[in-house]
Structures are given as C-alpha cells and as structure tokens.
T-cell receptor, first 113, second 117 residues
Framework: SQQGEEDPQALSIQEGENATMNCSYK?????LQWYRQNSGRGLVHLIL?????REKHSGRLRVTLDTSKKSSSLLITASRAADTASYFC?????????????FGQGTILTVHP | DAMVIQNPRYQVTQFGKPVTLSCSQT?????MYWYQQKSSQAPKLLFH???????NEADTPDNFQSRRPNTSFCFLDIRSPGLGDAAMYLC????????????????FGPGTRLTVL
C-alpha cells in the first residue's frame, strides 16, 4: 500500500503566488524527498530532507518535516507558469526498505500566467 | 550528458503479446529500479537491482520479469500483457559507494508509455 498521502490533490494559483503542498506518511522514515513530474515525462528530484532535519531550502523551494506528525510540506515561492507540474513526495524507510522509495499520490499544480 | 535513457518512448502491443522495454544509463550507478505508473497515480516500485542482485517487490505480478546483463542496461519483460498493464513504465538509477547506499537521489528516465490493445 502507498505510504504517502498528499493534499491538495490539485492546486490552481496565479503566477507570483506561493504554492503549498502537504504530504503525510505512516511509518518511520530515513528521509523524505520531493519530485516533480511534467505531463507525460519522468520524475525530477527537487529536494531531500532527512529524518533529523526540520526545514530545508533550495532556491524557491522550502521543505519542512514534522516526524511527530509524520508530515511534510513543500512551499514554492513566487510561482511561475513553468512550475506547472505534478509534485510527489516519496519516503525512504530503513531496514529492508532501505534504498526504496514509496510515493504519495501527488499534487497537480497549475500556475496561470 | 550523463543520463537515463528509455526506449521506446511509446510502445503499443496486443493483448497477450510479449513486450520488452529497455533502459540504459551513462551514470555508472549500481542500483536500477523499474516503476509502474498508471494514469493519475503514484509510481509503484516493481523491482530493483543492486548490481546483479535482483529484488522483487512482493506484490509484483509474475507476468513481469527483468534482466540486467550489465551495469548500463536493464530490461523489463512483460510476458503476457493485459489491459491492466497499460501504464507509464519508469526506470531510475541510484549511485552507491561501497556496501552502503550513500546517494539518496534517484535519477529517472523519461518513461515508456505502454498501450495494450
């Protein structure tokens, strides 16, 4: 069964606005990663946050992780039309699941020019 | 540029006719993964190779098999495709160092979209 659930399922905003996507998961993790997928294409790694980290930044991206609530959020600031894509969170657990990612259902982001 | 390449990008097959999807990588990564992604769903791991060691997910149907003849290439064989196997198939790689996986990011190919008629 899938580890992560994302919300919202779809998000529509205007260019320049911020976009926030949330991810929840069920079991303990080593790290949580966010990937982007343009329509009909492969996934591109955006950012990774480890279980002992609470916040991480990369350019216009900000990721938070709350392991007590088993949740993460991805914030894209000053969005652009080119940010239109699906965004997936993926968790990597430890033990026998080490090295394997379990993806959430994804959030479809549409940024209107 | 180092990358993950998948061929073909689009594959059409008939119900029950075997099909092979290929993935190659120039990253020299030890680990290669195959994911299945159905429309509007999350990618689902089918299996992965750590070097030549094959690791099958418990719920991957027997209809799906894989081969990795060398570091660069990995193949996904679907022995008897059904209508439910229509999906995007994604190949990914991951670099390692020594015995322990050191690099966390997975590098994905563009995917092969499989249509079953």
């Amino acid at each position: 069964s899938q580890q992560g659930e994302e919300d919202p399922q779809a998000l529509s905003i205007q260019e320049g606005e911020n976009a926030t996507m949330n991810c929840s998961y069920k079991t303990s993790i080593n790290n949580l990663q966010w990937y982007r997928q343009n329509s009909g294409r492969g996934l591109v790694h955006l950012i990774l946050i480890r279980s002992n980290e609470r916040e991480k930044h990369s350019g216009r991206l900000r990721v938070t992780l709350d392991t007590s609530k088993k949740s993460s959020s991805l914030l894209i600031t000053a969005s652009r039309a080119a940010d239109t894509a699906s965004y997936f969170c993926a968790t990597e657990a430890g033990g026998t699941s080490y090295g394997k990612l379990t993806f959430g259902q994804g959030t479809i982001l549409t940024v209107h020019p | 540029d180092a990358m993950v390449i998948q061929n073909p990008r689009y594959q059409v097959t008939q119900f029950g006719k075997p099909v092979t999807l290929s993935c190659s990588q120039t990253l020299n990564h030890n680990v290669m993964y195959w994911y299945q992604q159905k429309s509007s769903q999350a990618p689902k791991l089918l299996f992965h190779y750590y070097d030549k060691d094959f690791n099958n997910e418990a719920d991957t149907p027997d209809n799906f098999q894989s081969r990795r003849p060398n570091t660069s290439f990995c193949f996904l064989d679907i022995r008897s495709p059904g209508l439910g196997d229509a999906a995007m198939y994604l190949c990914a790689t991951r670099g390692t160092a020594g015995l322990h996986i050191q690099f966390d990011e997975q590098f994905f190919g563009p995917g092969t979209r499989l249509t079953v008629l």
